[in-house]
């Protein structure tokens, strides 16, 4: 079984700055993908980024990045120049390829403040 | 582009009555869909997930059911429901990508 551990369930950072949330998973899977998920107060579940574990190249989305070793198995979400509406619990996800049961970690709570 | 309908906001319910939460999907057909459940504050918990129409998998042994009587049309059930069913109850869908894409969420209270 698939298990995805975000080891830091709270953390804060000064706008304009860049914040690192971790994210590690065990698989014995060689296929599969990765997200991480924003929820805002709002709760509307939001997909953030997208990384296939076939691809080496880093995924980006604009202010956000990931961090994937596929080899420790780590993907980490790296958010520069923080704004206020990155305020939000944001979700570690994995789904092995060819299946369509995504395991979550347990998220973290990102505060940012003025 | 996907649309997931998911309503009730909120409900407050008591101990002991039914329940049914509905769910409809617009711009996809025969997605893979799924109930999940948030406890306050914390990650997804997934109860149910359909490939198909009348395909239904529990992930989560519980008092509550899910159907699936048309392909863009997801329900969650219960004949009775207890104070441990309170929580909020995300519908979502499974992109052709893998991505999720959810619902809006109802905040389900049982007094």
């Known amino acids: 079984a698939q298990t995805v551990t975000q080891s830091q369930p709270e953390m804060s950072v000064q706008e304009a700055e860049t914040v690192t949330l971790s994210c590690t998973y065990d698989t014995s899977e060689n296929n599969y993908y990765l997200f991480w998920y924003k929820q805002p107060p709002s709760r509307q579940m939001i997909l953030v980024i997208r990384?296939?574990?076939?691809?080496?190249q880093n995924a980006t989305e604009n202010r956000f990045s990931v961090n994937f070793q596929k080899a420790a198995k780590s993907f980490s979400l790296k958010i520069s120049d923080s704004q206020l509406g990155d305020t939000a619990m944001y979700f570690c996800?994995?789904?092995?390829?060819?299946?369509?049961?995504?395991?979550f970690g347990r998220g973290t709570s990102l505060i940012v403040h003025p | 582009s996907q649309t997931i309908h998911q309503w009730p906001a909120t409900l407050v319910q008591p101990v002991g009555s039914p329940l049914s939460l509905e769910c409809t999907v617009e711009g996809t057909s025969n997605p893979n869909l799924y109930w999940y459940r948030q406890a306050a504050g914390r990650g997804l918990q997934l109860l149910f997930y359909?490939?198909?129409?009348?395909?239904i998998s529990s992930e989560v042994p519980q008092n509550l059911s899910a159907s699936r009587p048309q392909d863009r049309q997801f329900i969650l059930s219960s004949k009775k429901l207890l104070l441990s069913d309170s929580g909020f109850y995300l519908c979502a869908l499974t992109a052709p990508n893998e991505k999720l894409f959810f619902g809006s969420g109802t905040q389900l209270s049982v007094l």
């Open positions: 996800a994995f789904t092995p390829g060819g299946s369509y049961i995504p395991t």
């Open positions: 359909s490939v198909g129409i009348g395909q």
């Open positions: 990384q296939e574990a076939y691809k080496q």
